[in-house]
């Protein structure tokens, strides 16, 4: 388990507790921004894995509005009908293109951002939803205990505000409602080592081939070592090279592993 909790993850432990405690009754919904690869997605699914809340996940640059051919979030929140009512998390990954992508001179671009904003100012304002379920039928869940947090990497800008959020589209309506920022940092290079030597892929992984956990770890350790400063996908670096050891046999060479890591920050 991580122990390198920094101040934001410990004030998202904080929201998570809150929130968990009450089952559901208080939700101080976030934004969580921060660099591609510095743990936003980890963060809270490690915290959620340890406090047993459930959780889901959406993306929101896939997301269009009511009405239009796509994936609307009526049907992004399918998973909603499964959960029986229990106090959940929804992520909403990717937050940032949409906006970004509404700033363009596209009309449509900028219509499904509005439209999709004002669709998620309905389901935080409201106790019921509908979600698209069999059969194209309609299904009202509940949305009363469900905590949003919106994640995006805003181009890697750092240290982003709310007078930011609103510069780039987002709604002063959304905002009120969801008021709370938070910014991560890029991940350590200690703490990529500690998750590499705590991996549950790798141990199932030893297991599978009868192998010994700390060989393995040894054989991989100098690649996340000096692929660190390139490193553009944080902890989804060390699965990478996970798979790719017992792939190739154990085979691992620097080629090899310049061919499956991201060696370049892209930009919108």
Same mark, same amino acid.
């Given at each position: 388990?991580?122990?390198?909790?920094?101040?934001?993850?410990?004030?998202?432990?904080?929201?998570?507790?809150?929130?968990?405690?009450?089952?559901?009754?208080?939700?101080?919904? $976030? !934004?969580?921004? +921060?660099?591609?690869?510095?743990?936003?997605?980890? @963060? *809270?699914?490690? &915290?959620? =894995?340890?406090?047993?809340?459930?959780?889901?996940?959406?993306?929101?640059?896939?997301?269009?509005?009511?009405?239009?051919?796509?994936?609307?979030?009526?049907?992004?929140?399918?998973?909603?009908?499964?959960?029986?009512?229990?106090?959940?998390?929804?992520?909403?990954?990717?937050?940032?293109?949409?906006?970004?992508?509404?700033?363009?001179?596209?009309?449509?671009?900028?219509?499904?951002?509005?439209?999709?904003?004002?669709?998620?100012?309905?389901?935080?304002?409201?106790?019921?939803?509908?979600?698209?379920?069999?059969?194209?039928?309609?299904?009202?869940?509940?949305?009363?205990?469900?905590? $949003? !947090?919106?994640? +995006?990497?805003?181009?890697?800008?750092?240290?982003? @505000? *709310?007078?930011? &959020?609103? =510069?780039?589209?987002?709604?002063?309506?959304?905002?009120?409602?969801?008021?709370?920022?938070?910014?991560?940092?890029?991940?350590?290079?200690?703490?990529?080592?500690?998750?590499?030597?705590?991996?549950?892929?790798?141990?199932?992984?030893?297991?599978?081939?009868?192998?010994?956990?700390?060989?393995?770890?040894?054989?991989?350790?100098?690649?996340?070592?000096?692929?660190?400063?390139?490193?553009?996908?944080?902890?989804?670096?060390?699965?990478?090279?996970?798979?790719?050891?017992?792939?190739?046999?154990?085979?691992?060479?620097?080629?090899?592993?310049?061919?499956?890591?991201?060696?370049?920050?892209?930009?919108?």
């Amino acid at each position: 388990m991580k122990k390198e909790l920094d101040k934001v993850t410990n004030q998202i432990s904080k929201i998570l507790d809150i929130f968990n405690t009450s089952e559901g009754e208080i939700r101080p919904h $976030f !934004i969580l921004t +921060g660099p591609s690869g510095s743990g936003k997605t980890f @963060t *809270i699914e490690t &915290l959620c =894995q340890d406090k047993d809340i459930e959780m889901f996940e959406i993306n929101a640059a896939q997301l269009t509005k009511e009405g239009t051919s796509g994936n609307s979030l009526s049907k992004a929140l399918g998973p909603l009908k499964n959960l029986a009512g229990k106090p959940a998390i929804c992520f909403v990954d990717e937050w940032d293109k949409l906006f970004l992508s509404g700033n363009s001179n596209s009309e449509l671009a900028h219509e499904t951002t509005t439209g999709v904003q004002n669709e998620f100012l309905k389901v935080l304002e409201s106790k019921k939803t509908s979600v698209f379920g069999d059969f194209g039928k309609y299904v009202e869940v509940d949305t009363s205990n469900v905590l $949003f !947090i919106f994640a +995006g990497a805003f181009n890697n800008q750092e240290d982003i @505000t *709310i007078d930011d &959020l609103r =510069q780039i589209g987002v709604k002063t309506e959304f905002l009120g409602r969801v008021g709370l920022v938070y910014n991560t940092k890029p991940m350590s290079l200690d703490l990529l080592l500690e998750l590499l030597e705590n991996s549950t892929l790798l141990t199932n992984y030893c297991v599978l081939f009868n192998k010994e956990k700390s060989e393995i770890i040894e054989s991989i350790k100098p690649y996340v070592i000096k692929h660190y400063e390139k490193n553009t996908i944080g902890a989804r670096i060390l699965t990478t090279l996970i798979h790719q050891y017992f792939i190739k046999g154990g085979n691992m060479n620097d080629d090899e592993v310049n061919k499956v890591t991201f060696q370049k920050t892209l930009t919108l």
